[in-house]
């Protein structure tokens, strides 16, 4: 069997399916809007990550975006503020700074995550160099 032709494109991959199926199952309320919460802010996180990050002036118009959103959502203080110390880590330059915001909200919503949207955090902690 011959294999695909040279000028195919390869399929892409969603690297956050379980974090996204997580927050579809989540029961209405607190564990959902975690759960979309933290699906926003590592998205925008997957953005600023190795090998092709998004240009700086379209991460930071998508963290001022997401900002207005998290403000209209009800979160634990906790929650709230480590996704939005994501959110903004996002829209600067700095690995590291990105990495200890990832592991905090990783800390911060551990309760709430399924084993395989853990995985998928620290698999996007480790795109860093984290």
């Known amino acids: 069997m011959l294999g695909?032709?040279?000028y195919t494109?390869?399929?892409?991959?969603?690297?956050?399916?379980s974090l996204t199926t997580l927050a579809a199952r989540a029961a209405l309320g607190g564990p959902r809007e975690t759960a979309l919460a933290t699906l926003i802010a590592v998205r925008l996180a997957a953005g600023a990550a190795?090998?092709?990050p998004l240009a700086p002036p379209l991460?930071?118009?998508r963290a001022e975006a997401a900002?207005?959103?998290?403000?209209?959502v009800a979160l634990p203080a906790p929650?709230?503020?480590?996704i939005g110390k994501l959110v903004d880590a996002s829209a600067g330059n700095d690995d590291r700074t990105i990495v200890a915001a990832l592991e905090k909200v990783t800390d911060v919503t551990a309760p709430a995550?399924?084993?395989?949207?853990?995985?998928?955090?620290?698999?996007l902690a480790a795109r860093?160099?984290?």
Do not use: Q
């Open 67 to 72: 900002r207005t959103w998290l403000s209209s």
């Open 113 to 123: 995550l399924t084993k395989g949207a853990r995985s998928e955090l620290d698999r």
């Open 59 to 61: 991460r930071a118009a």
């Open 50 to 52: 190795p090998p092709s």
């Open 9 to 17: 494109l390869a399929v892409p991959t969603f690297a956050f399916r």
């Open 79 to 82: 929650v709230r503020a480590a």
């Open 128 to 130: 860093f160099g984290g």
């Open 4 to 6: 695909p032709p040279p």
